[in-house]
């Protein structure tokens, strides 16, 4: 363990695009752009990741049936605001993108 640097990361935030007037993503991150992003953490060193924001939480999703698309009513929810301990977020990819 003591060999090891770690880097907490939060996925909401990783290569994510943020309206810094408004303080509110325009396209918020994910699982994939966190797989895409190790090899730069590798390269500086860093040998572990600790993420932030994997487990579901109350983002209450719905099936907007206009566009057949899941949508969230509350994107922002805390990422403390868990509700399942055995699932990852399905907003950032979920268990497949995890």
């Known amino acids: 363990m003591r060999d090891h640097i ?6 909401d935030y990783q290569s994510a695009q943020i309206d810094t007037k408004e303080g509110k993503f325009i396209k918020r991150g994910d699982f994939s752009k966190v797989e895409k992003s190790i090899d730069g953490y590798k390269k500086k060193g860093i040998t572990a990741l600790y993420l932030m924001g994997v487990l579901e939480r109350d983002n209450n999703p719905y099936l907007n049936k206009s566009i057949n698309e899941v949508e969230y009513r509350r ?3 805390t990422p403390l605001a868990i509700t399942c301990r055995q699932t990852a977020n399905k907003m950032l990819g979920g268990d497949e993108g995890f």
């Not at 770690?6 to 996925?11: A, I, K, L, R, S």
């Open 6 to 11: 770690f880097h907490e990361v939060y996925v």
């Open 75 to 77: 994107p922002d929810a």
